[in-house]
């Protein structure tokens, strides 16, 4: 039997009304994927592809990552980034959950327009958490916010405990940070211990001010008071797929 891991990037979906606008109070744009796993055979049935495939066993595989880029809806810089002031960076910020509802890890991750960054479940969000205790299941939330006043800024230190302040500024239509996600994970072939990469768009949604705040008042206290536990490794240049080595 091996155990897998769970990653479950969500908050509840919101309908919108006509306009863009959100109700109920949920205006702030987030991101939202799911995948599951189980405890199980690998010699099982092929599960179907899509959000709910398994990853695979916990070890030796890489169980999953985040690939993300912003699309530039906030401008790009004229001449490129190595000429000018920067325009339309985002900071994507990241906050993971334990199954009992803890926040074990956050972070953030800069991305400047039509860039690639990424996040490995194992290496980045679970390598350094609060506890040290490393859950087999996570619920992730992505929160994009602009970098600096336009996304002028070149540094998101922090700003998954200050998103939503006026240096950080969150999202409120539909489809206007510019950020786009995938997941990616393992699933099983029927080739005995051959595994092909399945990766799955993320939703978007709105989540609302409330969640926000909560979101990042926990961040804050792990910045000030977890002695450098619970902050996760930044995103790195480029995108992953899960391995096998």
Not at 70 to 81: D, E, I, K, Q, R
Not at 161 to 179: C, D, I
């Amino acid at each position: 039997m091996n155990n897998q891991l769970l990653l479950v990037l969500t908050t509840v979906a919101i309908a919108l009304p006509a306009f863009g606008q959100a109700g109920g109070g949920a205006t702030i744009e987030a991101e939202t994927n799911a995948f599951s796993g189980q405890e199980g055979d690998l010699g099982g049935p092929v599960p179907p592809p899509g959000p709910l495939g398994p990853l695979g066993p916990l070890t030796p595989l890489r169980k999953g990552s985040i690939n993300m880029t912003n699309s530039g809806a906030n401008g790009a810089s004229l001449s490129g980034p190595g000429f000018g002031p920067a325009v339309g960076n985002l900071c994507v910020n990241a906050y993971t959950f334990s199954p009992d509802e803890q926040l074990v890890s956050c972070c953030s991750c800069l991305i400047t327009p039509n860039g690639l960054a990424s996040l490995s479940i194992d290496d980045d969000l679970l390598s350094n958490t609060l506890t040290g205790i490393i859950p087999n299941s996570v619920t992730v939330t992505l929160i994009p916010t602009l970098a600096g006043v336009g996304g002028s800024g070149t540094s998101c230190t922090n700003s998954a405990a200050l998103a939503g302040t006026a240096n950080f500024p969150v999202f409120r239509r539909p489809e206007e940070s510019g950020l786009h996600a995938w997941g990616t994970k393992l699933i099983k072939t029927p080739v005995a211990n051959n595994f092909a990469v399945s990766e799955t768009p993320f939703l978007r949604h709105y989540t609302s001010d409330a969640t926000l705040a909560s979101l990042t008042n926990r961040c804050t206290n792990i910045i000030g008071n977890g002695s450098s536990f619970g902050i996760c490794r930044s995103c790195r240049t480029g995108g992953l797929t899960p391995s096998t080595k």
